[in-house]
């Protein structure tokens, strides 16, 4: 068993090549968020990205986790990274028993800017970048879907 008090981990989700009503969105841009509802870094916050695009705002809400002792230190790590992207910090509180999985759920929803009505893409592209392990004692992995 590796005792750890806390586990930061980073990873940048970046949205490239976005496609919407038939025009080409170069990429997104995720800066600056504000909490919009719940409480910061708890299941059911929600945060407003504005102008994740021109005239696009992206919502991004923290949907679950796998247990009370996973904390989100932060929504988006500005210090570190790419600062377009979206890189929530995640820890753990505790010890993390031997091959234990933790987990962060968040949902991302596209408004036109400053409202809640949802924008439509036909598709868009999608990659994680800097997950960040040791290989034996801590791995990392993204699901997208």
Same mark, same amino acid.
């Not at 005792?3 to 989700?13: G, S, Y």
């Given at each position: 068993?590796?005792?750890?008090?806390?586990?930061?981990?980073?990873?940048?989700v970046l949205f490239?090549?976005?496609?919407?009503? /038939?025009?080409?969105?170069?990429?997104?841009?995720?800066?600056?968020?504000?909490?919009?509802?719940?409480?910061? /870094? $708890?299941?059911?916050?929600?945060?407003?990205?504005?102008?994740?695009?021109?005239?696009?705002?992206?919502?991004?809400?923290?949907?679950?986790?796998?247990?009370?002792?996973?904390?989100?230190?932060?929504?988006?790590?500005?210090?570190?990274?790419?600062?377009?992207?979206? $890189?929530?910090?995640?820890?753990?509180? /505790?010890?993390?028993?031997?091959? $234990?999985?933790?987990?962060?759920?968040?949902?991302?929803?596209?408004?036109?800017? /400053?409202?809640?009505?949802?924008?439509?893409?036909?598709?868009?592209?999608?990659?994680?970048?800097?997950?960040?392990?040791?290989?034996?004692?801590?791995?990392?992995?993204?699901?997208?879907?």
């Amino acid at each position: 068993m590796k005792t750890m008090k806390k586990i930061f981990t980073l990873f940048t989700v970046l949205f490239a090549s976005m496609f919407a009503f /038939g025009q080409s969105i170069p990429e997104l841009s995720f800066r600056n968020p504000v909490l919009v509802s719940g409480t910061a /870094g $708890q299941t059911g916050a929600s945060y407003r990205f504005s102008n994740a695009a021109a005239g696009i705002d992206a919502l991004v809400t923290i949907s679950n986790k796998s247990a009370s002792t996973v904390v989100v230190n932060n929504i988006d790590k500005t210090s570190a990274g790419w600062d377009k992207a979206f $890189q929530p910090e995640l820890g753990f509180n /505790g010890t993390v028993a031997a091959n $234990q999985n933790w987990w962060v759920e968040f949902s991302i929803q596209f408004v036109a800017a /400053g409202s809640t009505s949802p924008v439509s893409f036909s598709s868009f592209v999608a990659a994680a970048f800097d997950l960040v392990g040791d290989g034996p004692c801590l791995r990392e992995w993204d699901y997208m879907r």
